[in-house]
């Protein structure tokens, strides 16, 4: 059994002196804060096992309400501020929040949907007269710690319930992995309703007593200026590629810093290689999932390999699965996973949770291959493949070409309804570019059935707030795209 997050704090507060956050609190004074907001919590009727939904911007105080939910048992329930009040009422009708915590201008649309609301500064307000001793309750490692919603892109969000030691392994495991120490400092530039930001970020930090700069979003100019006092920077693929458009990033503003992770959506190799190019610094790529946390990534000494998410992490296994059974190196499959940073399932969805676990291996729903070094290639998801006249073309594989070309700035690759092949395969893409010309260049590097059909140039690709691809969105405005022949 791993350390609990909250033992870890405990631990980390012990030192007087150790920076939670540059310019803010202390570890002290975060155990501090973290005893007065549960003991407000309890003082608002709360108790171990209700849920607190939490839909505010990003500041430092989700951090702390965070820890506090962890330290009274409250489950916390992280949203998107950026959903509406009609999409949050799904998380308000599934979830029964006993307590619904949001910025003050959207207390009003919340509270018209019968929910208990209150203003995250009216909480704060009131922790700040309550006692910074709490009596924590006692805790086990299946205990609930957290539900996030997952985005919802193929139909209603599904609550992915996480269990404290869903958090505490995943930690432990990334600390190591990534040679974390108290001497590091993260630069947290990314959205903390999320896996990301919120739990591999945030307790990577906690679980070695490091520290971390802290940005309420990401803007390129402030990152450039924080770099040189970080040691450490997670993102998005659009982090890196905003900041290659920026002439101030150097190697000489890189040189502090000992390593730049990437993860959420994939990185382009095209990307990996102009970072190393510009910086000196490769990217160190990996891969997880609101259900599983971490599950792979490239090593921290070795090669990390551009168009790849590296190996397990220690205590995490991986396989690759068809309908035959477990596929060896090269063959492409289903990637399911095992291991302690797997969720407990899906809140009040025991049919669905079932579904997606085969053996005791959950599903993942992605589509990967093995090499014969172990690394692992996502080749996207299972829906995502299309199968054009009775052949599979997995996106990846066509989006990686496309993404070498010059002028292509960004592809989605999508399978269409095509009254002969079943599906087409159809290129979406960013860029100052030609169809005729791109189709062309594919030649070259591609069998014919895995060259697109047509290629759309679009001002841009819809993306989530993570920076991923709406490919339900591309197929949905596209869907006729070949009707009539």
Known sequence: MSTDVIAKLKEMAADPDRVWITGGLTYAGLLAETGRLANALLSLGLRKGDRLLLQVEKCEAVLSLYLACLRAGVVFLPVNPGYTVAETAHFLTDAEPALAVADPERVAGLAALNARVMALPELLALAEGQGADFADPAHGPDDLAAILYTSGTTGRSKGVMLSRENLASNAEALVGLWRFTGGDVLLHALPVFHTHGLF????CVLYSGASMIFHRAFQP?????????????MGVPTFYTRLLSDPGLTGEVCAGVR????????????????????????????YGMTETNMITSNPYQGARKAGTVGMPLPGVEVRIAGPEG????????????RGPNV???YWRLPEKTAEEFREGWFVTG?????????????LGRAKDLVIT????????????????LPGVAASAVIGVPHPDFGEAVVACVVGSVEEAAVREALRERLAGFKIPKRVLVLE??????????????????HAGLFSGG
């Open 326 to 337: 477990v596929l060896p190196p090269g063959e492409a499959g289903a990637i399911e996973v």
């Open 200 to 203: 591999v970020a945030t307790n």
């Open 343 to 345: 969720f407990k399932g």
């Open 460 to 477: 841009e690709l819809p993306r989530n707030a993570m920076g991923k691809v709406q490919k339900a969105e591309l197929r949905r405005a």
């Open 259 to 286: 390593l730049f992770i990437s993860g959420s959506a994939p990185l382009s190799p095209a990307t990996h290689a102009e970072w190393k190019e510009r910086t000196g610094h490769a990217i160190l790529e990996r």
């Open 221 to 233: 100019a402030a990152v450039l200026e924080a770099l040189p006092r970080a040691t450490v920077m």
């Open 389 to 404: 006249g009775g052949l599979n073309v997995y996106p990846a594989e066509v989006e990686a070409a496309l993404d070498d």
């Open 366 to 378: 992605d589509m990967g291959a093995f090499d014969g070094e172990g690394y692992l290639s996502i």
